[in-house]
């Protein structure tokens, strides 16, 4: 079973950045596609941002040119910066491998306006 622990939310103000950390368990960040998501309140969960293990990204067109993913692999860590918030991003944040089915605690994101 896969451990998967996000940190890094809070409340910013609109136009101000984020950097969330997913920490995640076994030396599997390197090999497998992964994933940020995110769930605001009332709505549908979605897929935000993802990296592939040749470390090809992609983004949501909602995000693109504000977010970047990246990972240490030596820390079996994943991360997104988000950059130029606005209220829209107000959700709770989530990662995982493609392949997982499960969901960590996420990591509460807030932006005032």
């Known amino acids: 079973q896969v451990q998967l622990v996000e940190s890094g939310g809070g409340l910013v103000q609109a136009g101000g950045s984020l950097r969330l950390s997913c920490a995640v368990s076994?030396?599997?960040?390197?090999?497998?596609?992964m994933r940020w998501y995110r769930q605001a309140p009332g709505k549908q969960r979605e897929l935000v941002a993802g990296m592939d293990s040749g470390g090809s990204t992609t983004y949501a067109d909602s995000v693109k040119g504000r977010f970047t993913i990246s990972r240490d692999n030596a820390k079996n860590t994943v991360y997104l910066q988000m950059d130029n918030l606005s209220p829209e991003d107000t959700a709770v944040y989530y990662c995982r491998p493609r392949w997982y089915s499960r969901w960590g605690q996420g990591t509460q994101v807030t932006v005032s306006s």
């Open positions: 076994g030396s599997i960040v390197s090999s497998n596609t």
